[in-house]
């Protein structure tokens, strides 16, 4: 007889909270540079894009405003197959 599994407790109070997560669902790209800032009380990234030549970076501001301009993006060759 199988016994029901208890839940995990957290060993750190934040782990239990969800606001830690990142909200975004960003497709895994191969020319995409995420650049992470050091901020004490928040998680936050910088995106670049290398697409097509990777030498000269294109900014494109934060997650927030990356995600549609990343999303929006019609070169299908560079994400990855599991993405697609």
Known sequence: MALPLAEPTPLHPRESDVSHLAPHR?????????ISIDRPAERLYEVE????DRLVPI???DLDTSLPICN???????????ED
């Open 59 to 61: 900014p494109l501001g």
């Open 72 to 82: 929006a993006c019609t070169a299908a060759h560079i994400f990855r197959a599991d």
């Open 49 to 52: 894009c290398l697409y097509p």
């Open 26 to 34: 960003i497709r895994r790209c191969t020319y995409r540079r995420l």
